[in-house]
Protein backbone atom coordinates (compact mmCIF):
# COMPACT_ATOMS: atom_id res chain seq x y z
CA UNK A 1 0.00 0.00 0.00
CA UNK A 2 0.56 3.74 -0.41
CA UNK A 3 1.73 5.66 2.33
CA UNK A 4 2.31 8.89 3.75
CA UNK A 5 5.36 8.37 4.77
CA UNK A 6 6.71 6.67 1.30
CA UNK A 7 6.22 10.60 0.04
CA UNK A 8 8.01 11.93 2.64
CA UNK A 9 10.66 9.61 2.16
CA UNK A 10 10.90 10.62 -1.71
CA UNK A 11 10.66 14.18 -1.01
CA UNK A 12 12.74 14.85 2.09
CA UNK A 13 9.76 16.69 3.07
CA UNK A 14 9.23 17.48 6.15
CA UNK A 15 12.92 17.91 7.02
CA UNK A 16 13.63 15.47 9.90
CA UNK A 17 12.83 12.71 7.69
CA UNK A 18 15.73 13.02 5.67
CA UNK A 19 17.73 12.16 8.86
CA UNK A 20 16.38 8.72 8.57
CA UNK A 21 15.57 8.64 5.32
CA UNK A 22 18.68 9.86 3.62
CA UNK A 23 20.11 13.65 3.65
CA UNK A 24 19.81 14.41 -0.06
CA UNK A 25 18.29 11.74 -2.03
CA UNK A 26 16.48 8.55 -0.14
CA UNK A 27 18.48 6.26 1.46
CA UNK A 28 16.70 3.53 0.50
CA UNK A 29 16.12 3.57 -3.36
CA UNK A 30 12.49 1.23 -3.19
CA UNK A 31 10.16 2.72 -1.17
CA UNK A 32 7.12 1.01 0.28
CA UNK A 33 6.64 0.03 3.82
CA UNK A 34 3.62 -2.31 4.19
CA UNK A 35 3.78 -5.10 2.38
CA UNK A 36 2.06 -8.30 1.62
CA UNK A 37 3.89 -11.61 0.23
CA UNK A 38 4.43 -15.07 0.23
CA UNK A 39 7.81 -16.24 1.38
CA UNK A 40 10.36 -17.20 -0.99
CA UNK A 41 13.62 -17.65 1.48
CA UNK A 42 14.52 -18.01 4.91
CA UNK A 43 17.61 -16.10 6.29
CA UNK A 44 20.08 -18.16 8.19
CA UNK A 45 18.41 -18.96 12.11
CA UNK A 46 15.03 -17.89 10.70
CA UNK A 47 12.41 -19.87 12.39
CA UNK A 48 8.20 -19.80 12.91
CA UNK A 49 7.52 -19.17 8.77
CA UNK A 50 7.56 -21.35 6.03
CA UNK A 51 8.36 -21.31 2.57
CA UNK A 52 5.13 -20.15 0.84
CA UNK A 53 3.54 -18.90 3.39
CA UNK A 54 1.24 -15.23 3.59
CA UNK A 55 2.93 -12.36 5.59
CA UNK A 56 2.74 -9.34 6.12
CA UNK A 57 4.81 -5.84 8.12
CA UNK A 58 5.19 -2.33 8.31
CA UNK A 59 8.68 -2.42 7.36
CA UNK A 60 9.21 2.07 7.49
CA UNK A 61 12.90 1.61 8.52
CA UNK A 62 13.66 -0.89 6.04
CA UNK A 63 11.26 -0.31 3.20
CA UNK A 64 11.38 -2.02 -0.19
CA UNK A 65 7.87 -3.22 -0.97
CA UNK A 66 7.40 -1.46 -4.72
CA UNK A 67 9.51 -4.17 -6.30
CA UNK A 68 8.64 -8.06 -7.06
CA UNK A 69 10.89 -9.20 -4.06
CA UNK A 70 11.58 -7.65 -0.48
CA UNK A 71 14.32 -8.57 1.83
CA UNK A 72 12.78 -7.96 5.57
CA UNK A 73 13.23 -8.20 9.24
CA UNK A 74 11.78 -11.75 10.29
CA UNK A 75 10.71 -10.20 13.94
CA UNK A 76 8.51 -7.55 12.42
CA UNK A 77 6.56 -9.41 10.50
CA UNK A 78 3.32 -11.64 11.06
CA UNK A 79 1.09 -14.45 9.10
CA UNK A 80 -1.54 -12.98 7.02
CA UNK A 81 -4.94 -14.17 8.52
CA UNK A 82 -6.54 -16.35 5.85
CA UNK A 83 -9.74 -14.35 5.77
CA UNK A 84 -7.83 -11.06 4.49
CA UNK A 85 -7.32 -10.68 1.58
CA UNK A 86 -3.85 -9.36 0.14
CA UNK A 87 -5.37 -5.61 -0.73
CA UNK A 88 -7.04 -5.94 2.43
CA UNK A 89 -3.50 -6.61 4.44
CA UNK A 90 -1.38 -4.63 2.62
CA UNK A 91 -3.53 -1.48 3.70
CA UNK A 92 -3.33 -2.46 7.81
CA UNK A 93 0.12 -2.69 9.12
CA UNK A 94 0.95 0.87 9.46
CA UNK A 95 -1.82 2.94 9.06
CA UNK A 96 -3.88 0.54 11.06
CA UNK A 97 -1.56 0.37 13.67
CA UNK A 98 -1.86 4.66 13.93
CA UNK A 99 -5.61 4.31 13.83
CA UNK A 100 -5.17 1.65 16.71
CA UNK A 101 -2.55 3.92 19.09
CA UNK A 102 -4.19 6.79 18.49
CA UNK A 103 -7.52 5.69 19.45
CA UNK A 104 -6.18 3.58 22.29
CA UNK A 105 -8.48 4.04 25.17
CA UNK A 106 -11.21 6.40 23.84
CA UNK A 107 -14.53 5.54 25.74
CA UNK A 108 -18.29 6.12 24.57
CA UNK A 109 -19.38 9.51 24.92
CA UNK A 110 -15.60 11.20 24.10
CA UNK A 111 -15.87 13.76 21.70
CA UNK A 112 -12.97 13.14 19.26
CA UNK A 113 -12.02 15.33 16.36
CA UNK A 114 -9.48 13.31 13.92
CA UNK A 115 -7.51 16.09 11.65
CA UNK A 116 -6.59 14.69 8.38
CA UNK A 117 -9.60 11.65 8.56
CA UNK A 118 -9.90 11.13 4.94
CA UNK A 119 -6.73 9.28 4.59
CA UNK A 120 -5.63 5.68 5.43
CA UNK A 121 -4.64 6.05 8.93
CA UNK A 122 -7.48 8.41 9.82
CA UNK A 123 -10.34 6.43 8.05
CA UNK A 124 -9.76 3.24 10.60
CA UNK A 125 -9.13 5.63 13.42
CA UNK A 126 -12.94 6.80 12.42
CA UNK A 127 -14.03 3.46 12.70
CA UNK A 128 -12.21 2.27 16.20
CA UNK A 129 -13.67 5.53 17.10
CA UNK A 130 -17.20 5.08 16.57
CA UNK A 131 -16.69 0.88 17.50
CA UNK A 132 -16.24 2.52 21.12
CA UNK A 133 -18.89 5.00 20.92
CA UNK A 134 -17.25 8.09 20.44
CA UNK A 135 -18.49 11.01 19.31
CA UNK A 136 -16.44 11.74 16.22
CA UNK A 137 -15.54 15.03 14.17
CA UNK A 138 -14.09 14.43 10.82
CA UNK A 139 -11.59 17.47 9.12
CA UNK A 140 -10.35 17.11 6.09
CA UNK A 141 -10.78 18.72 2.33
CA UNK A 142 -14.14 19.60 0.60
CA UNK A 143 -13.56 16.49 -1.26
CA UNK A 144 -14.02 14.36 1.24
CA UNK A 145 -16.30 15.33 3.68
CA UNK A 146 -19.62 13.91 2.22
CA UNK A 147 -18.05 10.73 1.95
CA UNK A 148 -16.69 10.89 5.40
CA UNK A 149 -20.34 11.43 6.82
CA UNK A 150 -21.16 8.41 5.23
CA UNK A 151 -18.53 6.57 7.03
CA UNK A 152 -20.05 7.29 10.00
CA UNK A 153 -18.50 11.09 11.47
CA UNK A 154 -21.00 12.79 13.23
CA UNK A 155 -19.52 16.13 12.28
CA UNK A 156 -17.37 16.68 9.69
CA UNK A 157 -15.51 20.31 8.68
CA UNK A 158 -13.83 21.48 5.69
CA UNK A 159 -10.46 22.73 6.94
CA UNK A 160 -10.29 25.28 3.69
CA UNK A 161 -13.38 26.93 4.89
CA UNK A 162 -13.34 26.57 8.85
CA UNK A 163 -10.29 26.35 11.39
CA UNK A 164 -11.42 23.91 14.14
CA UNK A 165 -9.22 25.69 17.21
CA UNK A 166 -11.37 28.87 15.97
CA UNK A 167 -15.10 27.14 16.57
CA UNK A 168 -15.69 27.73 20.24
CA UNK A 169 -15.94 23.65 20.63
CA UNK A 170 -13.58 21.70 22.78
CA UNK A 171 -12.90 18.00 22.37
CA UNK A 172 -11.81 15.14 24.96
CA UNK A 173 -9.13 13.63 22.15
CA UNK A 174 -7.62 15.10 19.29
CA UNK A 175 -5.67 13.42 16.72
CA UNK A 176 -3.27 15.25 14.01
CA UNK A 177 -2.42 13.43 11.22
CA UNK A 178 -0.51 16.73 9.72
CA UNK A 179 0.43 19.47 12.83
CA UNK A 180 0.39 23.16 11.59
CA UNK A 181 -1.04 24.59 14.60
CA UNK A 182 1.38 25.51 17.92
CA UNK A 183 -0.09 24.12 21.09
CA UNK A 184 -1.97 27.81 22.37
CA UNK A 185 -4.42 27.31 19.43
CA UNK A 186 -4.55 23.42 20.09
CA UNK A 187 -5.14 24.45 23.57
CA UNK A 188 -8.53 26.33 22.70
CA UNK A 189 -10.14 22.95 21.16
CA UNK A 190 -9.31 20.90 24.01
CA UNK A 191 -11.59 20.23 27.22
CA UNK A 192 -9.86 20.48 30.78
CA UNK A 193 -8.26 17.29 30.98
CA UNK A 194 -8.05 16.64 27.31
CA UNK A 195 -5.18 15.30 25.18
CA UNK A 196 -4.13 16.15 21.84
CA UNK A 197 -1.56 13.74 19.97
CA UNK A 198 0.15 15.14 16.30
CA UNK A 199 1.56 12.23 14.10
CA UNK A 200 3.38 14.23 11.53
CA UNK A 201 4.13 17.65 10.51
CA UNK A 202 6.64 20.25 10.21
CA UNK A 203 9.76 20.62 12.35
CA UNK A 204 8.97 24.06 13.92
CA UNK A 205 5.28 22.74 14.69
CA UNK A 206 6.53 20.08 15.78
CA UNK A 207 8.82 21.60 18.10
CA UNK A 208 6.44 24.39 19.45
CA UNK A 209 3.79 21.32 20.28
CA UNK A 210 6.93 18.99 21.77
CA UNK A 211 8.49 22.02 24.02
CA UNK A 212 5.46 24.53 24.30
CA UNK A 213 3.00 22.11 25.05
CA UNK A 214 4.93 21.04 28.51
CA UNK A 215 4.09 24.48 29.34
CA UNK A 216 0.08 23.75 29.37
CA UNK A 217 0.23 20.28 30.71
CA UNK A 218 -0.95 21.05 33.74
CA UNK A 219 -5.06 21.28 32.14
CA UNK A 220 -4.75 19.65 29.02
CA UNK A 221 -1.89 17.07 27.60
CA UNK A 222 -0.30 18.07 24.19
CA UNK A 223 2.23 15.81 22.40
CA UNK A 224 3.20 13.78 19.71
CA UNK A 225 1.64 10.25 19.10
CA UNK A 226 4.56 7.71 19.04
CA UNK A 227 3.00 4.65 17.34
CA UNK A 228 4.77 0.87 18.90
CA UNK A 229 5.23 -0.34 15.47
CA UNK A 230 6.23 -3.73 15.51
CA UNK A 231 4.84 -7.39 15.04
CA UNK A 232 2.73 -7.38 18.33
CA UNK A 233 1.06 -3.87 17.01
CA UNK A 234 0.62 -5.61 13.36
CA UNK A 235 -1.51 -8.76 15.30
CA UNK A 236 -3.78 -6.11 17.10
CA UNK A 237 -4.41 -4.33 13.58
CA UNK A 238 -5.05 -7.32 11.96
CA UNK A 239 -7.58 -8.85 14.76
CA UNK A 240 -9.78 -5.29 14.54
CA UNK A 241 -9.97 -6.33 10.84
CA UNK A 242 -10.95 -9.71 11.02
CA UNK A 243 -13.52 -8.44 14.29
CA UNK A 244 -15.04 -5.57 11.82
CA UNK A 245 -13.89 -3.31 13.99
CA UNK A 246 -11.94 -1.75 11.18
CA UNK A 247 -12.91 -1.69 7.42
CA UNK A 248 -9.55 -0.01 5.06
CA UNK A 249 -11.28 1.35 1.95
CA UNK A 250 -9.09 0.50 -0.98
CA UNK A 251 -9.74 3.59 -3.67
CA UNK A 252 -7.61 1.51 -6.55
CA UNK A 253 -5.95 -1.39 -7.13
CA UNK A 254 -2.47 -0.02 -9.61
CA UNK A 255 0.45 -1.93 -11.48
CA UNK A 256 4.20 -0.61 -10.75
CA UNK A 257 3.78 1.82 -13.34
CA UNK A 258 1.12 4.07 -11.48
CA UNK A 259 3.64 4.09 -7.71
CA UNK A 260 4.45 7.75 -8.83
CA UNK A 261 0.99 9.12 -9.17
CA UNK A 262 -0.31 7.39 -5.99
CA UNK A 263 2.59 8.54 -4.46
CA UNK A 264 2.00 12.45 -5.09
CA UNK A 265 -2.16 12.04 -4.59
CA UNK A 266 -1.39 10.29 -1.37
CA UNK A 267 1.64 12.99 -0.32
CA UNK A 268 -1.58 15.95 -1.41
CA UNK A 269 -4.59 14.40 0.38
CA UNK A 270 -6.20 13.44 -2.36
CA UNK A 271 -6.86 9.68 -2.02
CA UNK A 272 -10.18 8.36 -0.41
CA UNK A 273 -8.63 5.88 1.79
CA UNK A 274 -5.41 3.69 0.04
CA UNK A 275 -4.28 3.10 -3.06
CA UNK A 276 -2.42 -0.67 -3.21
CA UNK A 277 0.05 -1.12 -5.49
CA UNK A 278 0.04 -5.16 -7.15
CA UNK A 279 3.25 -6.74 -9.22
CA UNK A 280 1.20 -9.03 -10.77
CA UNK A 281 -1.04 -6.17 -13.04
CA UNK A 282 2.25 -5.28 -14.80
Same mark, same amino acid.
Given at each position: ?8 ? =? ?9 ? +? ?19 ? =? ?8 ? &? ?25 ? /? ?21 ? &? ?16 ? +? ?9 ? /? ?15 ? =? ?18 TGKRWDRILDMVATRGPREISRALSKGGSYMALGGGVPTLLSIVFGGKLLSRKRSIGMLL ?5 ? =??? #? ?27 ? #? ?17
Amino acid at each position: AANLSDWEY =LTGSPAWVRTV +GGLFKPKVSVLGSDIVGHVDK =LGEGVSGFEI &GQRVMGDYVMTRGGFAEYACVPADETV /AVPDALTDDIASCLPQAGGIAVA &GTEGLLEGDRFLINGAGG +GSGTMALQLAK /AAGAHVTAVDNAGKTDW =LSRLGADEVIDYAKMNFTETGKRWDRILDMVATRGPREISRALSKGGSYMALGGGVPTLLSIVFGGKLLSRKRSIGMLLVPSGRD =LTR #RVAECALQGRIAPHVEAVLPFSSVPDALA #RTGKGKVLGKIVIKPSLE
